[in-house]
């Protein structure tokens, strides 16, 4: 059964920093990083693949870095110099090899599994 569990998230101050982590029961070839803010549709944030390519979206690039362990199958999201904005629902998503369309990596649609998602919340 394919699982995915997000944990790190919490509440902190404007500048501050919270690691998500996200393990999953199996290996994917992609995973990525998704949002969603109240009454917002979701979106993605950052995307991992397992040939070494990472993508940001335009409002986290430089602020937030991307790994992952293979060994433990857990996907990370270090989240520095948080901002209100950065608030919502993080998600965490894979995909097996072949699953997403090219470029499509930022793409919620593109993504079969979920995981429950863990709220961040930024004050100001």
């Known amino acids: 059964q394919v699982q995915l569990v997000e944990s790190g998230g919490g509440s902190v101050q404007a500048g501050g920093s919270l690691r998500l982590s996200c393990a999953a029961s199996?290996?994917?070839?992609?995973m990525g990083w998704f949002r969603q803010a109240p009454g917002k549709e979701r979106e993605g944030v950052a995307s991992?693949?397992?040939?070494?390519?990472?993508r940001y979206a335009d409002s986290v690039t430089g602020r937030f870095t991307i790994s992952k362990d293979n060994a433990k199958n857990t996907l990370y999201l270090q989240m520095n110099s948080l901002k209100p904005e950065d608030t919502g629902i993080y998600y965490c998503?894979?995909?097996?090899?072949?699953?997403?369309?090219?470029?499509?990596?930022?793409?919620?649609?593109?993504?079969?599994?979920w995981g429950q998602g863990t709220q961040v919340t930024v004050s100001s």
């Open positions: 199996t290996y994917f070839y992609n």
């Open positions: 998503a894979a995909a097996f090899w072949g699953e997403l369309r090219s470029g499509r990596q930022l793409t919620p649609k593109e993504y079969k599994y």
């Open positions: 991992f693949d397992n040939g070494g390519t990472t």
